[in-house]
């Protein structure tokens, strides 16, 4: 699908066929094609053929890289066509594990919440902040929809505000604030012949609008490339001209971990790091007409990479290894 195709104009069911011929050619990638097949095949209303689709990818499930993802994702859509009692317990599966990764806990406690699950919500939502957020200083951009998630079912519930509440408050940068927004006894005022009201509403439209293009206009990471030990000598060995850019591997590594950390003190947001391949590098090269000894195509081919779903975030959560692969905690690591 072109970017400009309005998404009105979008045949889902053949976005979907394409997707998946895409990732039989390159299965390195199947599992972030995949998950965008089976959500056109949701959009078009074939909830059975995306459920087959997640099926498929759990079934290869020592291969995936966000499990718990696709399991959320299969759980959401089971609910929406009748599943219910199977969706639950996937949902429960789910929270039993306490996945590292804020995307399944965002996407199950949303589920019970469009159910009117709102209790299950608030724990769900929750439950996904201590385990991600406890003792964390900054919570990272990716963790962002599980506290504003949180902050709108406790407004429904009427509950107080409470740290976490206050965190999702100040994180929030619309001219609006997220207690306006998610008001309960907000009225839909579009339909109201008061100007006033009809013009307060357009204007919390507006916000939310606001939100939802900045969210989509970085639908990946700015992501920074990194290359393992091996793969750098081999690229070094084969371009030459690249050691100018990488006169060491430690040099490397350092370059990674400042220029992430300056891009953190800019107010960069949804920063990530990606590995690449020499193999691959080369076969992005070929794609793009140009040689790989051309440095300029560095931050391009980390682009891609980071578009196709390669990126892990940084900083890691806490606890998690170093990015730089050297099996240590990164805050004894690079974290230092």
């Not at 709108?152 to 001219?175: F, I, K, N, Y």
């Not at 140009?290 to 440095?295: K, V």
Request: hydrophobic share 40%.
């Amino acid at each position: 699908m072109r970017p400009d195709t309005p998404a009105e104009n979008v045949d889902h069911n053949a976005e979907a066929a394409r997707l998946e011929r895409t990732a039989d050619r390159y299965p390195e990638d199947a599992e972030a094609l995949l998950l965008q097949a089976a959500a056109h095949l949701e959009l078009a209303g074939d909830r059975p053929a995306a459920s087959s689709l997640y099926d498929r990818l759990l079934a290869a499930q020592d291969g995936l890289e966000n499990p718990f993802l696709v399991r959320a994702l299969k759980a959401a859509n089971l609910w929406e066509y009748g599943h219910e009692a199977e969706a639950r317990a996937i949902i429960d599966g789910v929270r039993a594990a306490s996945p590292r990764d804020p995307a399944p806990w965002v996407i199950v406690a949303e589920a019970l919440e469009s159910h009117d699950e709102l209790e299950q919500a608030q724990e769900t939502f929750t439950q996904g902040a201590k385990v991600l957020l406890t003792d964390v200083p900054e919570p990272p951009y990716s963790t962002h929809p599980l506290l504003f998630g949180r902050h709108r079912v406790r407004r429904m519930l009427g509950l107080a505000h409470d740290e976490w509440d206050t965190l999702a408050d100040t994180l929030h940068s619309s001219p609006v604030s997220l207690d306006e927004l998610h008001d309960p006894k907000r009225v839909w005022s579009l339909g109201s012949e008061n100007p006033a009201e009809l013009e307060a509403e357009i204007s919390r439209l507006r916000a939310e609008l606001g939100t939802y293009r900045e969210a989509l206009s970085r639908p990946f990471p700015v992501a920074v490339l990194h290359w393992p030990a091996s793969e750098l000598a081999e690229l070094v060995d084969a371009y030459p001209s690249l050691s100018a850019e990488y006169p060491s591997h430690e040099e490397h590594l350092a370059t990674i971990e400042a220029s992430l950390r300056e891009l953190a003190a800019s107010g960069t947001a949804n920063l990530g790091i990606v590995s690449g391949t020499v193999p691959s590098y080369e076969a992005f090269a070929a794609s793009e007409g140009t040689s790989p000894s051309e440095t300029s195509l560095l931050p391009q081919y980390a682009t891609t990479l980071a578009a196709r779903g390669r990126a892990a975030e940084w900083p890691p959560q806490r606890g998690a290894g170093c990015w730089c692969g050297s099996g240590r905690v990164y805050g004894e690591c690079h974290g230092e």
